[in-house]
């Protein structure tokens, strides 16, 4: 997703299909396994809509999210099924 962010002001992307850095799980990890009810899910979700609201008028562009999601996908040169399905999630 904060790719996407960095598409929207021109920034190049890389991907490295490679961890380079692993998740240290730990007895005091707030976030690992935690379930997160519908109104914090959607509190979220609300809060990024605002950064990218934000980023698009901040940077003078004239495209709603739709658009930038499209044009987001269609910059992938090897698009896989799970490409799409975490699109389509959005």
Avoid: W
């Avoid at 790719?3 to 707030?30: D, F, M, Q, T």
């Avoid at 976030?31 to 519908?38: C, D, I, P, R, V």
């Amino acid at each position: 997703m904060f790719s996407l962010g960095a598409s929207l002001v021109g920034a190049k992307k890389h991907y490295i299909n490679e961890a380079l850095v692993k998740y240290r799980i730990h007895k005091g990890n707030k976030h690992y396994g935690k379930k997160y009810s519908s109104t914090c899910l959607h509190k979220r979700q609300l809060s990024i809509d605002k950064l990218f609201e934000y980023i698009i008028a901040k940077n003078n562009l004239h495209i709603n999210i739709d658009q930038l999601l499209l044009l987001e996908f269609n910059s992938i040169e090897k698009k896989t099924p799970y490409d799409l399905f975490q699109y389509i999630r959005i």
